[in-house]
């Protein structure tokens, strides 16, 4: 059974600090590209960060946020520093990967709110 579980969201202040971790289980971690989402309601959700092959991440948050894993503890993390009101969003955890027969996997965690404000 797969399981995505993401947590260590909150309500934090501008200028603070979060980190998200995603635990996963039930596929082989290491095969597979984990990425960051997140959405706001009424927004289509957008990617944040991505780590595979290579590290992705979007202009909004670059320099600020920090994407990292550790395949022995098949765990996704996202450090999340200087924190602005607009990164208030639902935080989602994905894993994605193509086999040799071009077949996609395509994995979601349930989300965690990050709320920025004072």
């Known amino acids: 059974q797969v399981q995505l579980v993401e947590s260590g969201g909150g309500l934090v202040q501008p200028g603070g600090s979060l980190r998200l971790s995603c635990a996963a289980s039930g596929f082989i971690f290491s095969n597979y590209a984990m990425t960051w989402y997140r959405q706001v309601p009424g927004k289509e959700r957008e990617l944040v960060a991505r780590?595979?092959?290579?590290?992705n991440y979007a202009d909004s948050v670059k320099g600020r946020f920090t994407i990292s894993r550790d395949n022995a503890l098949n765990t996704v993390y996202l450090q999340m520093n200087s924190l602005k009101p607009e990164d208030t969003a639902v935080y989602y955890c994905?894993?994605?990967?193509?086999?040799?027969?071009?077949?996609?996997?395509?994995?979601w965690g349930l989300g965690t709110q990050v709320t920025v404000s004072s």
């Open positions: 780590i595979g092959s290579v590290i």
């Open positions: 994905n894993a994605h990967a193509r086999d040799p027969w071009r077949r996609e996997y395509d994995y």
